[in-house]
């Protein structure tokens, strides 16, 4: 039986969650995988209010004990943010230490190919499974894909906070402000969402996924991000009626101009299998040459389905074995700043003669052709919605532009795109 102490920086509800897994299970992962292991220290500067957590486990708020100690092999970095885990990641890698990490901030950062690079540079592993989509092992799965052949897509539903809230409104009619504080009471959302509804958390996943197909650094401000603010529960009702649900996708597609990396709305069929991923819950499509389609579902977050992410690493780290080569350090990628798709846009305007035509006529300036109108019955203001034909982004979003400052258009236009899986 082979023992192997870590170290931990970071006893948040990740670390806590990684402790409590090891006590638990520990015989078990013994039995199952020849690894004992032991957490022999713990970084965190607030370690005295987590005592009980950390019973009968060393900790300090001095990363040396952990830096520092000859009998840890691995540090494991639950810290967050870019400071001081990189510099401790950095020190770690130098003192001949392997890493693993659940940090989607650094690893999608510039600086993620520089410790990747050390890493090899030090003969040493970095695992950073736990950085994507919580439980779900898509970093593992996704370097498979990229053995043979190329990956030629991956759709994701990325943050859990965006999915529980879509759902919430779709199902149970909530308006956006309620979907969102019962996501805050849940535990799904921060006391500030911001990072999360924008669409920044799932592009800094996306980044890292993108990254590992293209084998490429795929910098976050290289991807079109936006998020669920406007969404109502009135488009998630129009869409259904459609035949369409609308996600929060996270997208890396190859094209024969370029890679399309971006994260926004989208609706899809009702009857892709995306389409049933609800709740908290994420989700990855990944398409490849030589795979085919496959997806992967599981929880994105929580204390024990992320430690489970990061168990997994280390035990894959602890069992030693050769050195991966290092990822994202090719030129980055030429990304597509402007694609076709179709478009759902939902107009809230006064309800009097001449206003489709005004509406219609700002379309046509813009060489954009209408599928569809539809108004929503009720009184007013009135809910106009729009399906057009396959259109440039750049064109729609400049013909909508001018179309919101029509007077009888009373606030800024919902637009998604129709994502045809």
């Given at each position: 039986m082979k023992e192997v102490s870590i170290g931990i920086l970071g006893a948040g509800n990740v670390g806590r969650g990684?402790?409590?897994?090891?006590?638990?299970?520990?015989?078990?992962?013994?039995?199952?995988?020849?690894?004992?292991?032991?957490?022999?220290?713990?970084?965190?500067?607030?370690?005295?209010?987590?005592?009980?957590?950390?019973?009968?486990?060393?900790?300090?708020?001095?990363?040396?004990?952990?830096?520092?100690?000859?009998?840890?092999?691995?540090?494991?970095?639950?810290?967050?943010?870019?400071?001081?885990?990189?510099?401790?990641?950095?020190?770690?890698?130098?003192?001949?230490?392997?890493?693993?990490?659940?940090?989607?901030?650094?690893?999608?950062?510039?600086?993620?190919?520089?410790?990747?690079?050390?890493?090899?540079?030090?003969?040493?592993?970095?695992?950073?499974?736990?950085?994507?989509?919580?439980?779900?092992?898509?970093?593992?799965?996704?370097?498979?894909?990229?053995?043979?052949?190329?990956?030629?897509?991956?759709?994701?539903?990325?943050?859990?906070?965006?999915?529980?809230?879509?759902?919430?409104?779709?199902?149970?009619?909530?308006?956006?402000?309620?979907?969102?504080?019962?996501?805050?009471?849940?535990?799904?959302?921060?006391?500030?969402?911001?990072?999360?509804?924008?669409g920044q958390d799932a592009a800094q996943k996306l980044a890292i996924l993108a990254g590992i197909a293209l084998d490429s650094y795929v910098p976050v401000d290289r991807l079109r991000v936006e998020g669920i603010e406007s969404i109502r529960p009135v488009d998630l009702k129009i869409a259904r009626r459609m035949g369409w649900v609308i996600r929060l996708l996270a997208i890396a597609r190859r094209t024969d101009a370029g890679e399309l990396l971006r994260v926004h709305p989208a609706m899809i069929q009702e009857d892709h299998i995306l389409a049933s991923v609800k709740e908290e819950r994420n989700a990855v499509f990944v398409d490849s040459t030589s795979a085919g389609p496959s997806l992967l579902v599981g929880k994105g977050a929580g204390s024990h389905p992320t430690a489970t992410a990061v168990l997994s690493d280390v035990i894959d780290l602890a069992r030693g074995g050769e050195v991966r080569p290092a990822l994202f350090q090719k030129t980055e990628p030429e990304a597509r700043a402007d694609f076709n798709y179709r478009f759902y846009v939902r107009v809230q305007t006064h309800d009097r003669p001449g206003v489709l035509a005004e509406i219609a006529t700002v379309f046509a300036d813009h060489d954009i052709s209408i599928a569809s109108f539809h108004q929503e019955e009720g009184p007013e203001p009135v809910q106009l919605v729009i399906v057009t034909h396959a259109a440039l982004e750049s064109a729609m979003f400049e013909a909508v532009a001018e179309m919101d400052r029509l007077r009888a258009v009373m606030l800024p236009s919902v637009v998604i795109r129709i994502e045809d899986l």
């Amino acid at each position: 039986m082979k023992e192997v102490s870590i170290g931990i920086l970071g006893a948040g509800n990740v670390g806590r969650g990684l402790i409590e897994l090891i006590a638990r299970d520990g015989e078990a992962i013994a039995a199952r995988t020849g690894i004992r292991l032991k957490v022999a220290a713990v970084f965190d500067r607030s370690y005295q209010k987590k005592s009980e957590a950390l019973a009968g486990v060393p900790a300090s708020d001095d990363p040396s004990i952990v830096l520092s100690n000859p009998d840890v092999s691995i540090v494991v970095e639950l810290l967050g943010g870019l400071s001081p885990a990189g510099d401790l990641i950095r020190s770690a890698l130098s003192a001949g230490k392997a890493v693993v990490t659940a940090n989607k901030a650094l690893v999608s950062s510039p600086a993620g190919p520089e410790l990747l690079k050390l890493a090899q540079d030090q003969n040493l592993n970095f695992g950073f499974e736990a950085a994507v989509a919580g439980a779900i092992p898509i970093i593992r799965t996704l370097r498979m894909h990229c053995v043979s052949g190329e990956v030629r897509s991956i759709r994701g539903i990325l943050n859990g906070t965006c999915n529980y809230m879509i759902t919430r409104m779709e199902e149970d009619g909530l308006d956006y402000d309620a979907a969102l504080r019962l996501a805050q009471e849940k535990g799904f959302a921060e006391a500030d969402p911001t990072f999360d509804v924008s669409g920044q958390d799932a592009a800094q996943k996306l980044a890292i996924l993108a990254g590992i197909a293209l084998d490429s650094y795929v910098p976050v401000d290289r991807l079109r991000v936006e998020g669920i603010e406007s969404i109502r529960p009135v488009d998630l009702k129009i869409a259904r009626r459609m035949g369409w649900v609308i996600r929060l996708l996270a997208i890396a597609r190859r094209t024969d101009a370029g890679e399309l990396l971006r994260v926004h709305p989208a609706m899809i069929q009702e009857d892709h299998i995306l389409a049933s991923v609800k709740e908290e819950r994420n989700a990855v499509f990944v398409d490849s040459t030589s795979a085919g389609p496959s997806l992967l579902v599981g929880k994105g977050a929580g204390s024990h389905p992320t430690a489970t992410a990061v168990l997994s690493d280390v035990i894959d780290l602890a069992r030693g074995g050769e050195v991966r080569p290092a990822l994202f350090q090719k030129t980055e990628p030429e990304a597509r700043a402007d694609f076709n798709y179709r478009f759902y846009v939902r107009v809230q305007t006064h309800d009097r003669p001449g206003v489709l035509a005004e509406i219609a006529t700002v379309f046509a300036d813009h060489d954009i052709s209408i599928a569809s109108f539809h108004q929503e019955e009720g009184p007013e203001p009135v809910q106009l919605v729009i399906v057009t034909h396959a259109a440039l982004e750049s064109a729609m979003f400049e013909a909508v532009a001018e179309m919101d400052r029509l007077r009888a258009v009373m606030l800024p236009s919902v637009v998604i795109r129709i994502e045809d899986l």
